[in-house]
């Protein structure tokens, strides 16, 4: 069964370093996300993604933050100078169409920042 | 804006029991609802959806829902609750008329008594 891999499953930096977590979403799915879980909490939308530009984006969301889809199957989620605060589960999420909405996850990249 | 609110975030209930998670919506179109399931360390899996055909849907693992448009309503049930039922739940709202993001509730833990 087709599924959304997400690389690495955990990293660890320290505070102030650039972050690049990798997706691999379901090949044909056109629409693209990342969310956010901060540890206990819920599950934040962050971006979405589709014909190679943001559709959408959240207040979470700012400079410090990027996402970029660099070839045919990779969409990656760049945080620069990482903060304490950004330490969370960040899971990467594809839909093959807005009219059903399903999103299928990966399992996740947990990142923390020291 | 679109939102759901779960009622309580922690639901214990003993083997062989009713599941009733609750949860409210909030949406200015007809939205599409869905729960979804998180097993510890794992992604969110669809346990269904709602997508203005059936108001009563069935999913997966035995659980379904029932869409009420009169209260707002999309409490997630299950008859005989089982050890492996055992998890976070969330439910969601998308917009049917677009919108590229699903929004999640703060999530209900299911913990499962034998």
Redesign the interface.
């Known amino acids: 069964e087709p599924e ?1 891999t997400q690389t690495p499953s955990h990293q660890v930096t320290q505070m102030g370093q650039e972050v690049i977590l990798r997706c691999v979403p379901i090949s044909n799915h056109l ?1 693209f ?1 990342w ?1 956010r879980q901060i540890l206990g ?5 962050l971006v ?1 993604f ?1 014909n190679n530009e943001i ?2 984006k ?1 207040e979470i969301f700012d400079d410090q933050f990027s996402v970029e889809r660099p070839d045919g199957s990779n969409f990656t989620l760049k945080i620069r100078s990482t903060k304490l605060e950004d330490s969370a589960m960040y ?1 990467c ?1 594809s839909s093959e169409s ?11 990249s947990r990142l923390t920042v020291l | 804006a679109q939102s759901v609110t779960q009622l309580g975030s922690h639901v214990s209930v003993s083997e062989g029991a009713l599941v009733l998670l609750r949860c409210n919506y909030s949406s200015s179109v007809p939205p599409y609802l869905f729960w979804y399931v998180q097993y510890p360390n794992q992604g969110l899996q669809l346990l269904l959806k709602y997508t203005s055909a059936a108001t009563l849907v069935k999913g997966i693992n035995g659980f379904e829902a029932e869409f009420k448009k009169s209260e707002t309503s999309f409490h997630l049930t299950k008859p005989s609750a089982h050890m492996s039922d055992a998890a976070e739940y969330f439910c969601a709202v998308s917009g049917s008329t677009g919108g590229f993001k699903t929004i999640f509730g703060a999530g209900t833990r299911l913990f499962v008594k034998a």
């Not at chain 1, 909490?41 to 939308?45: H, L, P």
């Not at chain 1, 059903?100 to 996740?108: K, R």
């Open positions: 959304v629409y996300y969310y909490q819920k599950v934040e939308f979405s589709y559709s959408e959240s899971f999420a807005l009219r059903t909405g399903e999103l299928f996850f990966g399992e996740g």
